[in-house]
Every structure is written in structure tokens, then in C-alpha cells.
């Protein structure tokens, strides 16, 4: 069976760091002292005029030198709005559709100067948009057997005026990205699963936490079951940055030791949209922990609602 790799894990965040206590006077709907409880210090905005396609070459800037073979770009927005750069006034003053089809991943690619690269576009997975686009690439590289390296990529920023926080949760804008190739580097993916259940498309922040644990419980052993595994072979979890409390129940649920779920960059990132996984693993390799052959289990949950998994195995790169 043919084996697909993700490495080359990068992110940017948006360029205004503000304190739970500075954001909770006006941009989020709980109080400081309950987001400080939840896990969260700080959390990132873009700036005035920082779009989303700006947060996005920051993101690949450290990376760029392992683009130059690139086939294809899959673009992984969670907020509809942000799949384009377009500008509504313009259309409003012409009423050509034109403007609002300025799409960021063309840009990139242009950015890039990759004019082989294809372009696709994800934007129905909210939260867990990134882990979809990684699936995403390995169906690709199976189908397309020239195709050896594929970026993929989530940049979200938040409106203006929006509150940051959904689902008891302080939000950061950013972009996070990485590369999903033929390479047996960084890591091996074992496995990826989704489960949605649309008929709860618009659920409230109360019905969200509500069936949180039910359907993460069954996407984790559901993914496991696909690798032939059980939470027993794992060594470590790398989830998206919500409230620290919902791990400490589903580690019990799960059978799984508390200190495996790693969420160290949580406080300072906060809940960066799709990208959660992606930085959390960049933070957990940097620091040397993880060792050739660990297996860990990306997980997350978004709005649809949608729940997606990718099992990595670490490469042994010696």
C-alpha cells in the first residue's frame, strides 16, 4: 500500500496579542476569570487590513524552501468568507460577481511562483478544515501518480466586530499549514476518519458541549479500529485548544493518561480556528519528545457539526 507523509509544520498568528483580561471587556461573551479557568491566557488578532491571504505567506515563509516542487495547494477555510479576498463594495458599486471570486489560494500559488500547482478549495468542515485537507492530499496522491508534494493550508481571521469566542472557547486568528508528500519524513499517516452529522448543522454552544463526548469517544475508536489499534497503542493526543476540562473527562473515558494529551501552547495560542492540530505538533516535535515510531492521534471537532481524526506514526529521520 502506498504511504503518504505530513512534515514541514508551520503557523502565523495574527499580529495583536491581547491578555483574557484586555479582550474580556468587550470581545468575548465570558468573563476573564472563566476563559483563565478554561486554559487560556492570551490570544492573537490580525491587525487592520491583515488578511488572511497575509497570514498565510507568513505561515509559509519558514517552509518555502520545500515548495519547490509543488503539485497542489488545498486551501482550508473554516469561515465561509475567508475562501475569498474579494471585495464586496466593489461588487456592490458594479454588481459584477467578479470581485467577490479573488480567491487567496490563487494568490499563494502565484506568491509561490508554483505555476504547476493546482488549487482546491475546502470550506463546509469548519474547525476541523485542516485535518480534512490533509485527506484531502492523500486521495490525491493516490489518484495522481506524478504528484509528489501537496501544501496544505488554513487561514482564518475573524470579522470585525465579531466576539472572540465560540463554544466556551477564546479564539485566535491565524493560518497553519504543512505538507503532505511521498517523502518518508516527519510523519507516516496511519489513518484518517470523519463523522458529520448535519442535522445538527446550527446547534447552540450548550447542544455542541452536549454531544461533544459522544461523538469524540466513537471518532477515536473508530479511527483506531481502522489502524487496528486501541488507545492503549497510542503516545500522544494532540487536540484542538478548548477548554482543559473536556480532556480531563474524555481521558477517562478513553483510558488515556491526562499527561499524553498535549495542549502546553494553549494558553498563549488559544483556540486558533483550524489549526489547532498543526501547532500543537510543531510545538510537541520541536520539543523533542516524541521519538521514531510513537504514534499520535490528531482530533478535532467544528461546526456542521463535523468531527475528523488523522493517526500519525513519527518517522525514524536518522
Given at each position: 500500500m502506498t504511504e503518504f507523509y505530513v512534515d514541514n509544520l508551520s503557523y502565523a498568528l495574527g499580529s495583536i496579542k491581547r491578555t483574557v483580561d484586555e479582550s474580556a471587556k468587550s470581545d468575548t461573551f465570558s468573563s476573564a476569570k472563566l476563559l483563565r479557568d478554561s486554559g487560556f491566557e492570551t490570544h492573537h488578532l490580525a491587525a487592520e487590513g491583515e488578511s488572511v491571504l497575509d497570514l498565510a505567506v507568513k505561515a509559509v515563509g519558514p517552509i518555502r524552501g520545500a515548495l519547490t516542487e509543488l503539485h497542489a495547494i488545498i486551501w482550508a477555510s473554516c469561515i465561509p468568507e475567508n475562501a475569498t479576498v474579494g471585495d464586496r463594495v466593489q461588487f456592490e458599486r458594479s454588481r459584477d460577481v467578479k470581485p467577490l471570486m479573488d480567491f487567496p489560494a490563487s494568490r499563494l500559488q502565484s506568491h509561490l511562483d508554483a505555476p504547476q500547482a493546482i488549487v482546491l478549495g475546502l470550506v463546509q468542515q469548519a474547525c476541523t478544515s485542516m485535518l480534512g485537507s490533509v485527506r484531502v492530499a492523500c486521495g490525491l496522491l493516490t489518484t495522481e501518480g506524478d504528484f509528489e508534494n501537496i501544501l496544505c493550508l488554513t487561514s482564518d481571521c475573524f470579522p470585525p466586530g465579531a466576539k472572540y469566542e465560540q463554544a466556551y472557547s477564546l479564539i485566535s486568528d491565524g493560518a497553519a499549514c504543512c505538507v503532505v508528500s511521498r517523502k518518508p519524513e516527519g510523519y507516516r499517516i496511519l489513518a484518517c476518519h470523519q463523522i458529520t452529522?448535519?442535522?445538527?448543522?446550527?446547534?447552540?454552544?450548550?447542544?455542541t458541549a452536549a454531544v461533544y463526548f459522544t461523538y469524540m469517544h466513537r471518532m477515536v475508536n473508530e479511527t483506531l479500529a481502522k489502524a487496528k489499534m486501541t488507545a492503549e497503542d497510542l503516545d500522544w493526543i494532540i487536540p484542538q485548544n478548548i477548554n482543559?476540562?473536556?480532556?480531563?473527562?474524555?481521558s477517562r473515558l478513553?483510558?488515556?493518561?491526562l499527561k499524553q494529551v498535549f495542549i502546553e501552547p494553549m494558553p498563549e495560542v488559544a483556540h486558533c480556528i483550524s489549526g489547532d492540530n498543526i501547532i500543537n505538533l510543531k510545538h510537541l516535535d520541536e520539543s523533542g519528545r516524541v521519538e521514531p515510531g510513537q504514534r499520535l492521534l490528531c482530533l478535532m471537532a467544528g461546526y456542521g457539526l463535523n468531527w475528523q481524526a488523522l493517526l500519525l506514526e513519527k518517522v525514524d529521520s536518522t
Amino acid at each position: 500500500m502506498t504511504e503518504f507523509y505530513v512534515d514541514n509544520l508551520s503557523y502565523a498568528l495574527g499580529s495583536i496579542k491581547r491578555t483574557v483580561d484586555e479582550s474580556a471587556k468587550s470581545d468575548t461573551f465570558s468573563s476573564a476569570k472563566l476563559l483563565r479557568d478554561s486554559g487560556f491566557e492570551t490570544h492573537h488578532l490580525a491587525a487592520e487590513g491583515e488578511s488572511v491571504l497575509d497570514l498565510a505567506v507568513k505561515a509559509v515563509g519558514p517552509i518555502r524552501g520545500a515548495l519547490t516542487e509543488l503539485h497542489a495547494i488545498i486551501w482550508a477555510s473554516c469561515i465561509p468568507e475567508n475562501a475569498t479576498v474579494g471585495d464586496r463594495v466593489q461588487f456592490e458599486r458594479s454588481r459584477d460577481v467578479k470581485p467577490l471570486m479573488d480567491f487567496p489560494a490563487s494568490r499563494l500559488q502565484s506568491h509561490l511562483d508554483a505555476p504547476q500547482a493546482i488549487v482546491l478549495g475546502l470550506v463546509q468542515q469548519a474547525c476541523t478544515s485542516m485535518l480534512g485537507s490533509v485527506r484531502v492530499a492523500c486521495g490525491l496522491l493516490t489518484t495522481e501518480g506524478d504528484f509528489e508534494n501537496i501544501l496544505c493550508l488554513t487561514s482564518d481571521c475573524f470579522p470585525p466586530g465579531a466576539k472572540y469566542e465560540q463554544a466556551y472557547s477564546l479564539i485566535s486568528d491565524g493560518a497553519a499549514c504543512c505538507v503532505v508528500s511521498r517523502k518518508p519524513e516527519g510523519y507516516r499517516i496511519l489513518a484518517c476518519h470523519q463523522i458529520t452529522n448535519g442535522a445538527a448543522v446550527q446547534a447552540s454552544d450548550e447542544e455542541t458541549a452536549a454531544v461533544y463526548f459522544t461523538y469524540m469517544h466513537r471518532m477515536v475508536n473508530e479511527t483506531l479500529a481502522k489502524a487496528k489499534m486501541t488507545a492503549e497503542d497510542l503516545d500522544w493526543i494532540i487536540p484542538q485548544n478548548i477548554n482543559k476540562k473536556a480532556w480531563q473527562i474524555l481521558s477517562r473515558l478513553l483510558k488515556i493518561d491526562l499527561k499524553q494529551v498535549f495542549i502546553e501552547p494553549m494558553p498563549e495560542v488559544a483556540h486558533c480556528i483550524s489549526g489547532d492540530n498543526i501547532i500543537n505538533l510543531k510545538h510537541l516535535d520541536e520539543s523533542g519528545r516524541v521519538e521514531p515510531g510513537q504514534r499520535l492521534l490528531c482530533l478535532m471537532a467544528g461546526y456542521g457539526l463535523n468531527w475528523q481524526a488523522l493517526l500519525l506514526e513519527k518517522v525514524d529521520s536518522t
